[in-house]
């Protein structure tokens, strides 16, 4: 879970080379991969909860706000023996910062 301290924070997986296996959730409401931008989901905002599922069994992400699941956000998300994702947070304004407040992996 990560919960967001700022006005522009993006949230989201990278893979080992985060140009091609990068997939975030934009608390504007959008989802990204690459340069294709999609509407998705709620507005997050400062004080939210998101919490992001990672399944590569059937390579796919989705995340919640507040415990509200906002549905699958990408079906498509890459796998390989040589691809290890990780947590990744973009911040665009000075002041902006997370809070990770459980992580856990099985």
Avoid: M
């Avoid at 700022?6 to 991969?33: A, R």
Wanted: hydrophobic share 30%; with cysteine; aromatic share 10%.
């Amino acid at each position: 879970y990560v919960k967001k301290c700022g006005l522009c924070v993006d949230i989201g997986v990278c893979g080992t080379k985060p140009s091609k296996y990068e997939y975030t959730y934009i608390s504007e409401g959008h989802k990204q991969h690459l340069d294709w931008i999609a509407t998705y989901g709620v507005r997050y905002t400062t004080g939210d909860k998101v919490s992001i599922k990672l399944n590569l069994k059937k390579s796919n992400l989705s995340f919640a706000v507040n415990d509200k699941d906002q549905g699958i956000a990408f079906d498509d998300v890459k796998k390989s023996n040589g691809i290890k994702y990780k947590l990744i947070v973009t911040t665009s304004q000075k002041g902006d910062c997370v809070e990770i407040i459980r992580h856990f992996t099985k």
